[in-house]
């Protein structure tokens, strides 16, 4: 892992991060027919650094899902609960009650704009009204979409378990901050530190290989086994829904699964 950061030289690896943070700013999709960005960006690889590709425009806030009109979205696709369920590489982190009748599950990559959206706008108004009364059980899983996903989801899982859910949203929260830093390395150090992480501690996480094996195992595993191409990417009760949603849409999924 430890190549994320140091298997070129210190300048070299700052341009390659901020092209793969940008690219993957611009790349993750609100639906999953937009599909304006290469296939390459949405499938990158958390090893190596992408080559250099010209540059993609900055997303447009009018065209993210928050700006559709309320209305039950349809699925693009329906997978096994069972088998989407299933232990996979790394141990699962959710919210609310094992037995709840509703299972979402999201995937998401750290640098993903409207992963950010949905996290910073939506989410706890889901979380307050579904997960914390029992409605609705809430599953997080890693989807990076560039090495600067990857290294940011890493400290998430190396912070303490309980820590998981809020170090994801103070990320999502600074994600301009620390996604697009010409230092990526550093810009993440210094989040690291406000979540209790010394250097010693960030480095070890960050080369720990066998993390980085499962977060890029539980990528391709989704996007073999439940067709996940983009980010977010929701199952409702097994049901797939590529692209962020509102508070609207996505209650009237869930009350339609209960």
Known sequence: M?????SASPRLMSVAFLTAASLALAACSEEKKAETAAPAVQTETAQSAPAATPAVPAVSPETTASTRPAQLPTPDGEVDVAALMAPGPLPEVALGKDDAK?????YMSM???????????????????????G?????????????????????????PKEQYFPMVSALFKSQMTWATAEDGRAALLQ???????????FEACLT?????????????????DFGV??????FINGKRYAGEMSVA??????????
């Open 229 to 234: 191409d983009s980010t977010p990417t929701f």
């Open 102 to 106: 509703v299972t979402i599950v999201e």
């Open 135 to 159: 409605k609705a059980r809430f599953v997080l899983r890693e989807f990076p979409l560039d090495n600067r996903a990857a290294a940011a989801i890493m400290l998430a899982r190396c912070a």
């Open 249 to 258: 849409e996505m209650s009237a999924l869930i009350d339609a699964a209960e």
């Open 191 to 201: 989040m690291s530190k406000l979540a209790g992480f010394s250097e010693q501690s």
């Open 2 to 6: 430890s190549h994320l950061f140091k």
């Open 208 to 224: 720990n290989q066998k993390l980085l094996d499962d977060v890029n195992a539980t990528r391709e595993k989704a996007s073999k």
């Open 111 to 133: 640098t993903c704009p409207h992963c950010a959206r949905f996290h910073n706008s939506v989410f706890e108004e889901i979380k307050q009204k579904y997960i914390d009364s």
